[in-house]
Nanobody, 123 residues
Framework: QVHLVESGGGLVQPGGSLRLSCVASGSFVSVYSMAWYRQAPGKQRELVADTTHFGRTTYSDSVKGRATISMDNAKNTGYLQLESPKPEDTAIYYC?????????????????WGQGTQVTVST
């Protein structure tokens, strides 16, 4: 079983900064990649950014230039740093990880999700 726990959400002022963390725990070989999604009220969940364990990253247009996604492979932890947040960044942010598991005499990869952390950008 693999668990993802996000932290770092809360109320943040426009123009400030925020850093979200996602810790993976449980029984697995390694975390291949991590991603951050968000879902605002009344909207579909959207991909914010993702990264592989070797540092290949992608960003949505809505956060490009303001966000930095990273992973600490030794800690099985992912981060999302968002600078100059805007009210439209308000959403529940979810962490997702693609995890390498031992499967019989080989491996398999499976996706897991965290429970989400609320981010509210407001004065």
């Amino acid at each position: 079983q693999v668990h993802l726990v996000e932290s770092g959400g809360g109320l943040v002022q426009p123009g400030g900064s925020l850093r979200l963390s996602c810790v993976a725990s449980g029984s697995f070989v390694s975390v291949y990649s991590m991603a951050w999604y968000r879902q605002a009220p009344g909207k579909q969940r959207e991909l914010v950014a993702d990264t592989t364990h070797f540092g290949r990253t992608t960003y949505s247009d809505s956060v490009k230039g303001r966000a930095t996604i990273s992973m600490d492979n030794a800690k099985n932890t992912g981060y999302l740093q968002l600078e100059s947040p805007k009210p439209e960044d308000t959403a529940i942010y979810y962490c997702s990880a693609n995890v390498k598991l031992v499967w019989g005499g080989s491996w398999r990869f499976e996706d897991y999700w965290g429970q989400g952390t609320q981010v509210t950008v407001s004065t």
